[in-house]
Structure formats: structure tokens, C-alpha cells
């Protein structure tokens, strides 16, 4: 499936929102000028559930106008997964399968699957990182799509630059990452490790900000206390640019999760994150 967006497009990232039901997110997200949007498994198989054909949620978003850049995401996918500690986020994440994302995902006409390990089992090797994500990458190659690993914290792959080694060890040509602002700082990467990525890697970028000094809980924080762009102490500027001149393609998310926007209007998020992301934009690339 072909990639429509490019760097100049922004894509509204659906999880800090994902107490919106997706029909009711298109609408304020496009009027606030997104041209892309990023699903969950869980919107389509709820709407699926409801008795709405995938190819008509396709439809609907498009008619929106929308592209869907990505289902947000594929959590079971390490050997260790399969013995996590039971909890009721665990439990969660063990649906999060590749066979079952990937299979929703091409329903839906969506380029690409994020990989995310997040489940706090054993850290896996680079040789078993390398192989599973391989496997995810064949899976999703059947169906003409991409795959992405998300380095996080707070899990077992934390650092982008951790993450961008498992993607080249495992040697597939439709494997790449998605660079998250925040995992990238807190991560402890910098933007030399991101100049070192081949462009072609990087499938989807994510900002949003925070202070310089981190909070004890990595987690809470990357949950509940991300701020828009511009409001903290990331060298965002440095991070457009870096993008700009390795020739990134990959078109620009906003995903800030944080406290209290659960519950407020749609609107009203979609207008905020797109009035940051266009303020930093400019400025980077001298339009502002």
C-alpha cells in the first residue's frame, strides 16, 4: 500500500483521544487541517463488532478526508510476551497480536503496523529482537505493508537508536521505526543518532514535548504529563531539522498524552496540537 502523506503533512495520532469513538474523531481532526490520522486496533474491531464493514470505515474516514497512516499497535510479539504477568493491562496487550493488528490493518487500507514491547517481561537479545520482529515484518509483507518498532522508555527497547539496531539486524526491507520525540530525549538518544538513521527507516514521526529534567516515573509521565510542542525544553527545532536534511519522508504525528484532555471536546485538542505543530514547523523550516 502506497504511503500518500509526506514531511509538509500532519497526522493526528488517535491513542491520547481513544476515549473518542473514531467516527466521532474525524470530523474536528480534519477541519483542524490533519491530513492523516493513526488508528487503534480497537476502533476498527469495535466499529467491525458493531457491523460496520471495514471497507466502510474506510470509507468514512476517506470521505473525511483523511488518509489512515498506521494501527497504533502490535504489543505480543517477543517469545517472553506469552508468559507476562498477569494484570489487566497485560491481559490487553496479549490481544494485541501481529496476526490479528496486521489482518485488521489491511482491512482497513492502512500502510503500516507499530511494534511496541511494553509488557515488563525478560529484555529480550538483539538476535531475538531481530528475529521476532522479522517475523512481524513477513507477516505484515504479505499484506503489502510496513512495520514499525516504537522504542519506549519505560519497556524493554528503549532508546531509538536500541531500536533502529533491531530493525537492521533483522534485515527486512519493510521494517523501519517510529521516532516519538519524547522516547527519543528520554531515551537517551540524540540528534546524532538520528542523523546516523537511513531515512528510509523512519516510517513515522511523533512530537510533542516536555522539561528537560524527566519525572521519577517514566511511565506516569509519558501517560499523563507530555506537553504540546513548544511548551518544554526538547530541542525540537534541531529534531525538524535533522529530519529536513537526512531527506526524511515521513509525514509529522502530534501525540501528546496528558492529564485532563480526556473528556474535553475533540475540537478543541485537534486545534491545539495543530496550532503547535504548525508554530514549530514554521519556525524550523523558516516560514514562520
Same mark, same amino acid.
Given at each position: 500500500?502506497? /504511503?500518500?502523506? $509526506?514531511?509538509?503533512?500532519? %497526522?493526528?495520532?488517535?491513542?491520547?483521544?481513544?476515549? %473518542?469513538?473514531?467516527? /466521532?474523531?474525524?470530523?474536528?481532526?480534519?477541519?483542524?487541517?490533519?491530513?492523516?490520522?493513526?488508528?487503534?486496533?480497537?476502533?476498527?474491531?469495535?466499529?467491525?463488532?458493531? $457491523?460496520?464493514?471495514?471497507?466502510?470505515?474506510? *470509507?468514512?474516514? *476517506?470521505?473525511? $478526508?483523511? *488518509?489512515?497512516?498506521? %494501527?497504533?499497535?502490535?504489543?505480543?510479539?517477543l517469545p517472553s510476551h506469552d508468559q507476562a504477568v498477569r494484570s489487566p493491562m497485560n491481559d490487553l496487550l496479549q490481544t494485541l497480536t501481529p496476526e490479528r493488528v496486521i489482518a485488521a490493518a489491511a482491512r482497513i487500507g492502512a500502510p503500516s503496523v507499530v511494534v511496541v514491547e511494553m509488557m515488563g517481561t525478560a529484555a529480550p537479545s538483539l538476535d531475538e529482537a531481530a528475529a521476532a520482529f522479522a517475523r512481524v515484518c513477513d507477516l505484515a509483507a504479505e499484506h503489502g505493508l510496513k512495520a514499525q518498532i516504537e522504542a519506549l522508555p519505560p519497556g524493554n527497547i528503549k532508546s531509538v537508536h536500541g531500536a533502529a539496531r533491531i530493525v537492521e539486524a533483522a534485515g527486512r526491507a519493510n521494517g523501519g521505526l517510529t521516532v516519538d520525540t519524547w522516547h527519543l530525549f528520554r531515551g537517551g538518544s540524540t540528534l546524532a543518532d538520528l542523523a546516523a538513521i537511513p531515512p528510509g527507516r523512519i516510517h513515522t514521526v511523533q512530537i510533542n514535548d516536555a522539561p528537560a529534567t524527566p519525572a521519577d516515573d517514566l511511565l506516569r509521565e509519558t501517560m499523563n504529563a507530555r506537553l504540546l510542542p513548544g511548551e518544554g525544553d526538547f530541542d525540537l527545532l534541531g529534531f525538524v531539522r535533522t529530519l529536513d536534511a537526512i531527506g526524511s519522508t515521513a509525514p509529522i504525528g502530534v501525540e501528546v498524552f496528558r492529564a485532563g484532555q480526556a473528556g474535553t471536546p475533540i475540537g478543541e485538542t485537534a486545534d491545539q496540537w495543530m496550532r503547535a505543530a504548525r508554530a514549530l514547523l514554521g519556525q524550523a523550516r523558516g516560514m514562520a
Open positions: 500500500m502506497a /504511503d500518500a502523506l $509526506g514531511p509538509a503533512d500532519l %497526522v493526528f495520532c488517535s491513542p491520547p483521544r481513544d476515549d %473518542v469513538p473514531l467516527l /466521532d474523531r474525524l470530523g474536528p481532526v480534519a477541519a483542524a487541517g490533519f491530513a492523516g490520522i493513526s488508528l487503534l486496533p480497537g476502533d476498527i474491531w469495535r466499529l467491525e463488532e458493531a $457491523g460496520m464493514p471495514a471497507a466502510e470505515i474506510a *470509507a468514512r474516514i *476517506a470521505d473525511a $478526508g483523511l *488518509a489512515v497512516r498506521e %494501527v497504533d499497535c502490535i504489543a505480543c510479539w
